[in-house]
């Protein structure tokens, strides 16, 4: 199985200017994905970078990566998706006969992964599935703690039940924005949202911070100095 790994990180950002480029710990927020990748890929997959900020390039080329092209600034608007992303870089490198089964897009803003969250997404791929990807249990729930508003402007739950505690409610998910690895095939179909086959991999909420806001960044310093990998 060859993997494209794709670390989408553009200039612009409205929740958190900067972010990608913030420094935790002691280097740019970033770097902590790009080297999480670089000691876990293997010789037949491949790294690349989707950015349109110098910056970033600066970075990438410290950490002796070479980032193959410049993000298109239509791809870089607040309305591009990264599924638009994710197909542009498929075929920047299909153009230039590479050809990959799987994509794994990794976010630069959840840091906080480990080798074994990687390899439990990989050993849960199969070629029947059209995405494995990471979540964290949601303490909020649908059938109990998840309203939406009705064409009256009164409350109801999202999903109707008589459940008396949250205990008792189904389990539910919700991505944490660490790992996506999709299946090329699936991918050249439609985008992520239109994916049927999905496979989870549960990574605690220590490791499951997805940074937006600054009141993220606060929880993500926090977890990432009592964070360890192993």
Request: glycine share 4%; hydrophobic share 40%.
């Amino acid at each position: 199985m060859r993997i494209l790994y794709i670390i989408p990180a553009r200039a612009g950002s409205k929740g958190l200017p900067g972010k990608n480029t913030k420094i935790l710990g002691d280097k740019p927020l970033i770097s902590h994905t790009i080297e999480f990748v670089l000691k876990n890929i293997k010789e037949n997959d491949e790294l690349c970078i989707s950015t349109d900020d110098d910056i970033i390039f600066s970075i990438a080329k410290d950490l002796g990566v070479e980032i193959p092209f410049k993000r298109p600034a239509e791809l870089a608007t607040d309305t591009a998706t990264t599924y638009d992303v994710i197909i542009h870089a498929l075929k920047f490198y299909e153009e230039r006969g590479q050809f990959f089964d799987c994509v794994m897009l990794l976010q630069v803003t959840s840091p906080l992964r480990a080798k074994t969250d990687l390899d439990n997404v990989i050993l849960s791929y199969d070629n029947d599935t059209d995405m494995v990807v990471t979540v964290k249990e949601s303490k909020e729930n649908p059938y109990f703690t998840l309203f939406e508003e009705d064409k009256n402007g009164l409350l109801v739950k999202s999903k109707i039940s008589n459940f008396q505690r949250r205990q008792d409610c189904p389990n539910v998910f919700a991505f944490n924005g660490s790992m996506y690895l999709m299946n090329v095939l699936s991918l050249k179909k439609g985008s992520m949202n239109e994916f049927k086959r999905i496979k989870k991999v549960i990574m605690p909420n220590e490791r499951s911070v997805d940074v937006d806001t600054m009141a993220d960044w606060i929880l993500l310093e926090y977890y990432f100095s009592n964070f360890n990998t192993n």
